[in-house]
């Protein structure tokens, strides 16, 4: 009647399908495999946590590239978890745990009761990417440690040198 799809092209799909999504499952995607190691839910090792975080640090990152972050929450009280950590100078702070030959995250650190929480070069860290601001040395950031039963602990970690460990001035 009228010629209103004059010109109207029709496209064929049938190229288009056979271009397949070669779907990336995210290179290095490492997914949590440790759980809390085998906690029977006996004896809760009584009484509320105490923690304090000491000798955290931050080694200077290439270039504003990926950093990790080491400390120690000491715990003068009953056991706890670290649960999750997050930093406003940075998009992502996850938990690792390194193995012999490569590193996984997972989702929780155990904080044994009367004991300590480390994480120090060659095994448990925190993995930090996305720097809002490349860090500098001298910089103090902002890290907040959750920990399932005492909160929030926010934390100032200094960025030093490449070569710095806890315990040399
Ligand atoms: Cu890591």
């Keep these: 009647m009228n010629s209103a799809t004059t010109g109207a092209r029709r496209f064929r799909r049938s190229a288009l399908l056979g271009a397949v999504v070669a779907t990336a499952l995210g290179g290095g995607a490492i997914l949590a495999a440790c759980g809390s190691g085998g906690q029977g839910g006996g004896a809760d090792a009584g009484g509320p946590a105490r923690l304090s975080v000491a000798d955290s640090y931050i080694p ?8 990790a972050g080491y400390l120690t929450v000491r715990n003068d009280g009953g056991a706890d978890e670290l ?4 930093s406003p100078a940075a998009e992502s702070v996850t938990m690792h745990r390194s193995t012999a030959s490569t590193m996984e995250q997972v989702t929780s650190l155990d904080v044994p009761a009367h004991g300590a929480l480390q994480l120090a070069r060659g095994g448990t860290h925190l993995m930090i990417m996305g720097w809002q601001k490349a860090p500098a040395l001298g910089d103090e950031l902002e890290f907040d440690l959750t920990f399932a039963k005492s909160g929030t602990i926010s934390v100032k970690v ?3 040198e490449l070569t710095y460990r806890p315990g040399q001035s």
């Design 83 to 86: 649960v999750k950590v997050t």
């Design 158 to 160: 200094p960025v030093k």
């Design 60 to 67: 200077l990152p290439p270039a504003g590239g990926m950093g």
